[in-house]
T-cell receptor, first 112, second 115 residues
Framework: EAQVTQNPRYLITVTGKKLTVTCSQN?????MSWYRQDPGLGLRQIYY???????DKGDVPEGYKVSRKEKRNFPLILESPSPNQTSLYFC???????????FGSGTRLTVV | AQKVTQAQTEISVVEKEDVTLDCVYE???????LFWYKQPPSGELVFLIR??????QNEISGRYSWNFQKSTSSFNFTITASQVVDSAVYFC????????????FGKGTSLLVTP
């Protein structure tokens, strides 16, 4: 089944403790991206990657890192999480230029 | 600047009513895509439709229909004979060449359908 898999689904952590949210896709898509969703703000792009070793900032990149060492994986790294990063996070993948996106199920992160 | 505007923040209807969700977009690209997604209370994003800028045909899928009008930069979504299961947040999104095909979402419209 074609899918984007995010883990974990839920995470509660403390301020400053480094964490990684994993994202993996099995569709051989070149394009992957991360979004965060906050009430009243909709979904905003954090980072995206057009292919292996090619990443770029989205609208709200501060406090996040990403890497794209393999085509299928695009982890989101929070080096020092803060409470304002409490949010619902989505990973998505697409064949570049087609506009067809597949989203993961989301990761609900709470930073206390 | 907001590229996708969903002016209706919340809509409440009674079951079996028809409801239209508005979406207005802004772009200078000639090639772009428009999307609607549904987010039920469980939180996942459910893809509903993708439309490219060269196809202005309206589309109907069961109780759902979409009206794409380039002249007014609108891509409105109508649910006919609404049901309680339609209660969700609905997002309109734009994908453009100039932004590397990133999805630019509106802020969403929360639809509540009551029995």
């Amino acid at each position: 089944e074609a899918q984007v898999t995010q883990n974990p689904r839920y995470l509660i952590t403390v301020t400053g403790k480094k964490l990684t949210v994993t994202c993996s896709q099995n569709m051989n898509h070149e394009y992957m991206s991360w979004y965060r969703q906050d009430p009243g703000l909709g979904l905003r792009q954090i980072y995206y990657s057009m292919n292996v070793e090619v990443t770029d900032k989205g609208d709200v990149p501060e406090g996040y890192k990403v890497s794209r060492k393999e085509k299928r994986n695009f982890p989101l790294i929070l080096e020092s999480p803060s409470p304002n990063q409490t949010s619902l996070y989505f990973c998505a993948s697409s064949t570049y230029g087609t506009g067809g996106y597949t989203f993961g199920s989301g990761t609900r992160l709470t930073v206390v | 600047a907001q590229k996708v505007t969903q002016a209706q923040t919340e809509i409440s209807v009674v079951e079996k009513e028809d409801v239209t969700l508005d979406c207005v977009y802004e772009t200078r690209d000639t090639t772009y895509y428009l999307f609607w997604y549904k987010q039920p209370p469980s939180g996942e994003l459910v893809f509903l439709i993708r439309r490219n800028s060269f196809d202005e045909q309206n589309e109907i899928s069961g109780r759902y229909s979409w009206n794409f009008q380039k002249s007014t930069s609108s891509f409105n979504f109508t649910i006919t004979a609404s049901q309680v299961v339609d209660s969700a947040v609905y997002f309109c999104a734009l994908s453009e060449v100039q932004s590397g095909y990133a999805l630019n979402f509106g802020k969403g419209t929360s639809l509540l359908v009551t029995p």
